[in-house]
């Protein structure tokens, strides 16, 4: 048996050169398809894609440095610690309320990045999260999870009336339009 050189025989490449003879080389464009409009279900689509965005943040490895003894508390690095206490005081009243009672950690954090990407598409910049108390996972859970997210500038144990240690007062940055 003998084997066939990778490499092209001169009557190889006589023949390929014959073969092509006379056929002129295609110029490359590029045809940028016209823009669509967007269908109610499109948009419905993007919003559902933006949510689930918003959970690429949400580890459940990583675990930020936050105070063990105390009312849970966070404050991004360059956010005063006076808004930490404005929002324990309860001078910031939260315009969108997350109930995630029941849910399991992976609802959670669904929820969770849905309800920030609702709070910047509508410009609320004060949420009030309520993960109970329960058997302590959601409640353990939240806290870690919103510290990682970027839009999230500070959340505190939420006052009494909107659901004291079983909830938290989330402040989140609104990018300026």
Not at 55 to 84: H, I, M, N, W
Not at 92 to 119: N, S
Not at 138 to 160: E, I, M, S, Y
Request: charged share 30%; hydrophobic share 35%; glycine share 6%.
């Amino acid at each position: 048996m003998s084997k066939k050189s990778p490499i092209p025989e001169d009557d190889d490449m006589s023949l390929f050169r014959d073969a092509v003879k006379g056929v002129k080389k295609l110029q490359q464009d590029t045809i940028n398809p016209p823009r669509r409009q967007t269908t109610e279900q499109a948009r419905k689509k993007q919003t559902e894609s933006a949510a689930r965005d918003h959970t690429f943040y949400f580890s459940d490895e990583f675990e930020p440095l936050l105070k063990e003894d105390g009312p849970t508390q966070y404050a991004r690095t360059g956010v005063s610690k006076y808004e930490v206490k404005r929002l324990r005081r309860g001078v910031y009243v939260p315009d969108m309320f997350l109930d995630l009672h029941g849910m399991t950690q992976l609802e959670a954090k669904r929820e969770l990045g849905a309800l920030i990407a609702a709070c910047i598409k509508e410009g609320v910049s004060c949420a009030c999260v309520m993960h109970g108390i329960g058997k302590h996972i959601l409640k353990q859970k939240t806290p870690l999870w919103l510290a990682q997210h970027p839009d999230v500038l500070a959340f505190h144990q939420a006052p009494l009336e909107f659901g004291g240690d079983g909830a938290l007062l989330v402040l989140i940055e609104i990018p300026e339009k």
